[in-house]
């Protein structure tokens, strides 16, 4: 299996089964002298240099100011001068596994932080199955993690895509289409929806291409192509600042420039500069972009 896109290929067995619901089981991996931390707050996922810093567990229960006031988070099982660094940093540094592994750290914390209460009755919720679930020791409800599904599609024409860009993001900076998928909707009527409400233009029938779980806060972005059929582009929602397809040769040329980052990207004016910035490497996005280039 090829693990391309950021943020995936944790490679551990998250024993996603009987296991967690046996206490002792439970007991047994916190007490592990092998057990390992991740550490993650505000400031993003603690660093060692260049790699993930797992602290001694025991260690990392013991630190003053760590922010651990219940039960550690089980993630999974794993076969073998700290810093926080903020997520869409640090992926850029950590070989592929690890930053899967960030990924799961953040979605899984991001959403405890969120859902201290039942939503059933509104009672404080415990956690359960070493964190994996949230349950109510009053009406007996358990709660899932929470994954929103977003697609994100790249509208293509023979030898042109579609591209467009929010009034927040840096001159120049154009991506694929993107938006989250509703209640009771299926994908394609998701990607059709939004490419319509983004850019007034119908599309055919798309087909997926790929994945990548994008945890700010709990996303799982879903990745298609989609042929145009019909209307001119123009930006409908506020949001959406400007849409405008782009050659291949245009976006080729953007593709083989060295800039890649969220910001600070070189002045438009500079000799050289294209006109087209694309999305950082570490987006589905671009992704997306160089499998089209590619073909």
């Not at 579609?162 to 993107?178: C, E, Q």
């Not at 042929?227 to 405008?244: C, I, K, N, Y």
């Not at 420039?257 to 004016?269: H, K, L, N, R, S």
């Amino acid at each position: 299996m090829s693990f391309a896109n950021a943020f995936t290929g944790a490679g551990l067995d998250r024993a996603a089964d009987a296991r967690r619901r046996d206490a002792a089981w439970l007991a047994a991996q916190r007490g592990d002298p092998a057990a390992r931390a991740v550490l993650a707050g505000d400031d993003g996922i603690v660093l060692d240099g260049d790699r993930l810093a797992l602290i001694p567990l025991g260690d990392a229960l013991g630190r003053a100011g760590t922010p651990i006031t219940a039960e550690p988070l089980l993630l999974g099982l794993d076969a073998a001068g700290p810093r926080p660094v903020a997520l869409r940093a640090a992926v850029t540094v950590l070989a592929q596994a690890e930053g899967g592994l960030i990924a799961y750290v953040a979605a899984l914390c991001n959403w405890h932080r969120r859902h201290c209460f039942c939503a059933s009755c509104g009672n404080p919720s415990d956690l359960g199955e070493g964190g994996l679930i949230r349950s109510c020791p009053r009406c007996g409800t358990d709660h899932h993690p929470r994954t929103d599904p977003v697609v994100i599609m790249l509208v293509t024409d023979s030898d042109r895509v579609l591209l467009g860009r929010a009034p927040s993001w840096p001159p120049r900076r154009y991506s694929a289409l993107a938006g989250f998928v509703e209640p009771g909707e299926s994908l394609e009527e998701a990607v059709a929806r939004e490419v319509a409400e983004e850019s007034g233009v119908q599309v055919g029938e798309p087909r997926y291409l790929t994945s990548q779980p994008w945890p700010f806060p709990s996303s799982l972005m879903l990745g298609f192509e989609v042929p145009w059929v019909a209307g001119e582009p123009r930006a409908l929602e506020d949001d959406v600042q400007d849409v405008r397809w782009f050659s291949r040769a245009e976006v080729a040329a953007a593709a083989a420039d060295d800039v890649d980052g969220w910001g600070g990207e070189p002045d438009p004016a500079q000799p050289g500069a294209t006109a087209l910035l694309l999305p950082p490497r570490l987006a589905i996005a671009r992704r997306l972009v160089q499998l089209w280039l590619e073909r």
